[in-house]
Structures are given as structure tokens and as C-alpha cells.
DNA sequence: GCCTGATGATTAGCCTCCTAATCACATAAG
DNA sequence: CTTATGTGATTAGGAGGCTAATCATCAGGC
């Protein structure tokens, strides 16, 4: 589910032909926010494709890292809520991609001891057997999607990409944390 | 609508670490590929944010211009399947884009004199005005984004993001045109 | 003229994201 | 103790993705 929405991207002359309308577009900026997106969504569709066949998404395979990262440190319990701010999504969306993992035998929830307010989430043998699985394959994918890049590339791309995503918390701050004046 | 859920990248420590459980794991090649869908995604939250503010969606917001492109070269007219190709997403969808499109009245829905299946989407003067407003802030932000880079440093993003992107559709074609066999 | 198959648009039903409201419990103030 | 406030999880309802199934129309073969 990859949000791009568009196929195929503007040419550079087109851009050049509309900045004469707008004269706020610059044409090279455009280029490499264009190209940022497409190649971003490319990058996730390669993963997905594998993730789709395997009766995932994107948020039920988050979710089952976090936990499975959660269980190689031997604490075996997090809480939903910790997950959500861990995945980057609502406390509402995590109560719905638990329940999914529930329904397939993903996950338990177990009532927490000390706080009847809290639930522990934990996996379950048959998901680290699944995450076993599958891991192999996402990993070869991710390198044969890396894989025309030189090592030096890499650290060049990953510069850029850096100034980039530094940039965007600058201009606009994740979420401009709601102080309750 | 950002879909990368995941807020903190794994730093390269805990990828180094992580490879000694998975032979597969190639860490420049994790980093490159998280810092791109890290990238990808807070690109897209900027421009997204100024959207929301302004009751657009993505998909939305690429059906107008698609429109507009279209106004502009005269060509007055749309078919939702035009449209659904171009923008990338199910015909199912583009019917629901343009629900939604015309309950606020921004496109209009008229039948085609030629072949009575078809329709044609069309600006409203109304969608017109408010994408003339929209625009110069929504470029002010691209600009802003990639302000961080030179004009050689941007050549270089696009070219190693070109390697990248032309691998993904090399190593899974974006839809394998399923043949009638 | 009349089937048959292709094509445009829509509908129905599912998933995952969101916000806002709700409920249960915990905790601090009085 | 009681009340107010805060916090964890859920629910309700909306939007936008998807696939698969429908319906109307078109175009070709006989």
C-alpha cells in the first residue's frame, strides 16, 4: 500500500516548462523531492511485494520486529502503548494491528501484574518461527536492492539522505507535542 | 498518511550486531535502505502537513494535478481510468477520489457524447482557484527541503537514487502485467 | 440480428491508518 | 475518603488503499 500515487515522473523539461508559471518551483529541488519519493516507495514496494506474499503488512511485520527485538533482549514483555510510540503510530491503530496478530496466533495479551490498566503483548513460538522464516528474504532483497551501489555510494547516499531528513524534522517538527497551556 | 512506522532508525551498532545473528544482513546495505524509507517518508510529511492543513489528501491532491496539467493543455477532459493509470492506483479507488472530489466540488462528473461507458472528469473553477492558492506554498516547502544541498550535490542524490530505483523495477516489475495465457 | 468477449465505471467488503470519545484504573489533592 | 486529573486500552466512525464481482456498453464473428 505505497502512497506515491504517481507512476511516472515529471521530465526535467517538463519542470522547466512549468516553473515559467510558477516562479516559487525550482526545477532541480523538484527533481530530487520527485525522485526522494519514488525511490522511497520503489525501496518499500520490494519489501512489501515479499511481506504480501507471506500474509503481512508493513505495520503487522513492524510490530513483530519490535517485539522480536524485545524477546533477543530477554524482556519478554512490551505494552501496546510502547509499541505505538516505538512503530510511530496511534495507540487506536496498535489496539487494531494486535488484534489481527491475535486472530492469527502472532501475539498474546496478557494482563499485566502490577497495572490492571496495562497489557504485556508478547510473540509466540509460532511467530518466531515465522520471523525465521522470513527474515532471509527480506534481507537478500534489501541487498539486491543496494546491490549497484558501491560501498562508497552507499556512504554518500546515506550523507545526503541525512541532510535531507534532517532538514524535514527542522522545517517541520514530527509532531509539535501538544503542551497543555 | 505516512506508512514507514518506524520513528527511530536502528543505528549502525545494533545492525552490526544484529548480522551476527543473520548472515544475510549486509549492514551499509540496511542503512542505505532505512535511511531511504526514513527520507522517503519525512519528505512526504512536509508536503503532507501543508495538505492536511488545507483538506487534501495525497491522493487528492494528485488527481488535481493531474487535471490541471490536462486545463492547462487545453485538453479539457479526463476519464477516471486516465486518471487511475496515471496516478497509479485501482480504478476502484480513483471512483472513490472522485467521490470525494466532487462532493466538495472541486471536479465535475460528465458523460461522454462518444461512448456512453465513460465519463469525464473536469476542474471546477472553484478547484482551479484553490490549487493557484495552494501551489506557491506547496513549492516554497520543496524549495525549503532541499535547500541543505548544492546543485552538484543534488545532481549526485539523483543519480545514486536513480541506481536504486531502476534496481527495484529490475528486481520486481511494478505490476507483471498479468497475461491472458 | 445476435451472442461473445472486452472495457469503463461502480459496488461490496476487507485492511490499515487517523481523530475523538469512552471506559477502567491509578494517583495526587483536599 | 472522595474527588479530580491523568493514563492505558478500546471503540466508533471516517478516509483511502486493495481485490473481486457487477452492470452497462461497445465491437466483432457468425
Known sequence: M??????????????????????????SACEVFLN?????????????????????????FTVLMLLFDKACGQSHSCTPAELADRAGVTRATMTGLIDTLERDAMVLRKPSASDRRMLSVELTPRAMAFIAEILPEHFRRINDLVAPLSESERRTLVRLLGK?????????????????A
Open 2 to 27: 505505497p502512497h506515491l500515487l504517481l507512476k511516472d515522473l515529471p521530465r526535467y523539461e517538463c519542470l522547466l516548462e512549468a516553473a515559467k508559471q510558477f516562479p516559487n518551483l525550482d526545477p
Open 36 to 60: 526522494l519519493l519514488r525511490t522511497g516507495d520503489e525501496a518499500f514496494r520490494v519489501t512489501d511485494e515479499h511481506f504480501q506474499a507471506n500474509g503481512l503488512s508493513q505495520g503487522r
Open 164 to 180: 535531507v531528513a534532517s532538514r524535514a524534522v527542522e522545517v517541520s517538527p514530527p509532531q509539535a507535542a501538544a503542551v497543555h
